[in-house]
């Protein structure tokens, strides 16, 4: 009896074993599918993802301008006259002081010479009331010591004194035509030199504006003078970006003649205000030209590297997400997207760099945030 009752449990042990094990096994296999139809009905996002790496970054900014001659001056004559001789042409290389043009000096030498012979009697006048005066001074002295002997009467020394203050008086009358005829000539010799022009600094005839016989006065350009072993130009800065620029600060220039040159200069100057109406403010560049490329009038873009950062973690600018004015980035994950709020630096056009909030060799997402939030599934489509 007591056997058949171990076996009746035993076997009833093993049944209840066998339910609960088909229990689980059926109801375990239920959930599952459940469970992987339920994510089978959540949508999966579609994306680009590109990853976080380090790298340089740079902020440019590119501005148009004119190039500009370092120097450029108007020659013109110091008077009236009829030009004598023409020296230069358009694009002559010149040298400071040198003769550029002259003008008929015919008049001015006459006058000169007419000066000079005036200068010379009043010399010859000057010096007969310079022996005058000694005369009269040794007439005078000789008067003042009868004079003391009671030798003289008092009107022979009166004469004497008043003779000898008439030769000092006419002496100093000399002396003054004498510096007034130096005066004279001197300002006819300016005139003289003033025939031939010159110029004033080294540079190259930017045009030329008269020729040989041409009658021109102080009104008259005769040429025009360029000197271009620099060139400058001047920008017009957004004020946001007039504060990252400095005196002394590299830039780079480009021309469209010489699509495959660059040009290297630097900012000279920053204008300490700005614009009233367009609030843009003035900065000038000076740039090498000493192969003389550059020509004054051509068009060129000016590069400004305004801020940079090296060994930067960078990742594309369309990667950010602004929401409620934070900055978030979605990483990859186990097949989901997950948001994450990050701190971000130095920008150019196309990337940015993140100064925290994620790590370097994360995977972030450049294309369709817009229907992500935390933990949406998605299917990588292309890694950048």
Same mark, same amino acid.
């Given at each position: 009896m007591k056997r058949e009752l171990t076996i009746n449990l035993t076997i009833g042990a093993v049944i209840a074993?066998?339910? $609960?094990?088909?229990?689980?096994?059926? /109801?375990?296999?239920?959930? %599952?599918?459940?469970?992987?139809?339920?994510?089978?009905? $959540?949508?999966?996002? %579609?994306?680009?993802?590109?990853?976080? %790496?380090?790298?340089? $970054?740079?902020?440019?900014?590119? /501005?148009?301008?004119?190039?500009?001659?370092?120097?450029?001056?108007? $020659?013109?004559?110091?008077?009236?006259?009829?030009?004598?001789?023409?020296?230069?042409?358009?694009?002559?290389?010149?040298?400071?002081?040198?003769?550029?043009?002259?003008?008929?000096?015919?008049?001015?030498?006459?006058?000169?010479?007419?000066k000079k012979a005036a200068l010379e009697f009043v010399n010859v006048s000057l010096e007969k009331a310079e022996l005058q005066k000694k005369a009269k001074q040794a007439e005078l002295e000789k008067a003042r010591s009868l004079f003391e002997k009671l030798l003289i009467s008092q009107k022979d020394y009166d004469r004497a004194e008043m003779e000898f203050k008439n030769a000092e008086i006419d002496y100093m009358l000399q002396q003054a035509e004498l510096n007034q005829k130096i005066a004279d000539l001197q300002q006819v010799a300016i005139l003289l030199d003033d025939t031939e022009i010159k110029a004033p600094f080294s540079g190259y005839i930017g045009s030329k504006s008269v020729d040989t016989g041409s009658v021109v006065s102080a009104m008259t350009t005769i040429a025009t003078l360029v000197s271009i072993d620099t060139v400058k130009v001047h920008i017009d800065v957004d004020e946001k970006d007039l504060t990252m620029l400095d005196n002394e600060m590299p830039i780079v220039a480009i021309v469209d003649t010489y699509p495959n040159r660059t040009f290297e200069g630097i900012i000279e100057r920053i204008s300490p205000v700005l614009d009233n109406t367009t609030h843009l403010g003035k900065a000038q560049i000076r740039i090498d030209n000493s192969h003389n490329l550059l020509k004054p009038g051509m068009s060129a873009k000016i590069k400004i590297v305004v801020k940079s950062q090296t060994d930067a973690l960078i990742i594309p600018i369309n990667a950010v997400v602004n929401n409620d004015g934070q900055d978030i980035v979605y990483t990859t994950s186990g097949g989901k997207a997950f948001e994450k709020i990050v701190k971000l630096g130095v920008r150019d056009e196309e990337r940015v760099e993140v100064i925290n909030g994620i790590s370097e060799g994360e995977w972030v997402i450049v294309t369709g945030q817009d229907a992500l939030s935390e933990g949406t599934r998605i299917n990588v489509q292309e890694r950048i």
């Open positions: 074993l066998t339910i $609960i094990v088909f229990y689980f096994s059926f /109801y375990g296999k239920q959930d %599952k599918a459940n469970s992987v139809k339920a994510e089978q009905g $959540i949508p999966v996002v %579609k994306v680009k993802v590109s990853v976080a %790496k380090k790298g340089d $970054i740079e902020i440019v900014r590119v /501005y148009t301008a004119n190039i500009e001659a370092e120097r450029a001056l108007e $020659i013109k004559p110091q008077y009236t006259g009829q030009i004598k001789n023409i020296y230069i042409e358009m694009g002559d290389k010149v040298k400071k002081n040198q003769i550029i043009a002259t003008l008929d000096s015919d008049g001015a030498n006459q006058l000169y010479q007419q």
